[in-house]
């Protein structure tokens, strides 16, 4: 369990080292997701350093996740031209906000895993990665596989749909059969793994500026 949770950490190397190389070549949106990953990157090592210390870190996790929220609502905003799934992302920023504020601070703690936010979150991010990846493949300009988007894209929907349960049962589980928790959370590091590994084939895609 700890060799597989240290090799999901260590992983976010993968889509920070391609978007390194591919940095010049980028766009703002695209450097933009690079400056993401090494935030991710720097949260990794600080909450590994806090579990290996003993000391609890999921507080940390529950800032990290409403950046990320805010984050990915932008970029894929950016990169979706329908009106009326902008519309949707922007005006429920505010509102997954409050969800966040009022689960973590009165339902449950700010140092206990937010389940409830982290479910709404992976939700919202199956229905807009679907989206995304169904205007990637109406795109006639460029080879599906060679944009970059269908990459980052098709990482989201799988991360989130596999972990959608691991995040809606964590509270329940963890505080009724620790060990179990411990097994269904291997669930998430191997997906973590693997969307980090399409992340970096998505920045290694990039050729051009302007995607």
Not at 39 to 52: D, G, V
Not at 75 to 85: G, M, N, R, T, V
Not at 119 to 141: G, K, N, R, Y
Request: charged share 10%; aromatic share 20%.
């Amino acid at each position: 369990m700890k060799d597989i949770d240290f090799i999901s950490a260590v992983s976010i190397l993968l889509p920070l080292i391609a978007g390194l190389f591919r940095f010049k070549l980028s766009g703002n949106d695209f450097r933009w997701l690079f400056i993401f990953f090494l935030i991710s990157a720097i949260t990794e090592f600080i909450a590994h350093s806090l579990k290996r210390n003993g000391v609890n870190n999921l507080w940390l996790g529950n800032i990290f996740f409403l950046l990320e929220y805010v984050f990915w609502s932008f970029i894929i905003a950016q990169w979706l031209h329908s009106k009326k799934i902008r519309l949707f992302i922007f005006i429920f920023l505010p509102a997954y906000f409050i969800i966040w504020c009022v689960t973590t601070f009165m339902v449950l703690d700010f140092y206990m895993f937010n389940s409830y936010a982290r479910t709404i979150e992976s939700l919202v991010f199956v229905f807009l990665s679907c989206f995304l990846l169904i205007a990637v493949s109406t795109d006639t300009t460029q080879l599906i596989f060679k944009n970059p988007k269908f990459w980052f894209g098709s990482a989201l929907l799988i991360y989130f749909s596999v972990n959608l349960i691991v995040f809606g049962t964590a509270n329940y589980i963890s505080s009724n059969q620790e060990q179990l928790m411990n097994n269904t959370w291997i669930i998430h590091s191997f997906t973590n793994i693997f969307a980090n590994l399409l992340f970096a084939i998505g920045f290694l895609c990039i050729r051009q500026k302007a995607i």
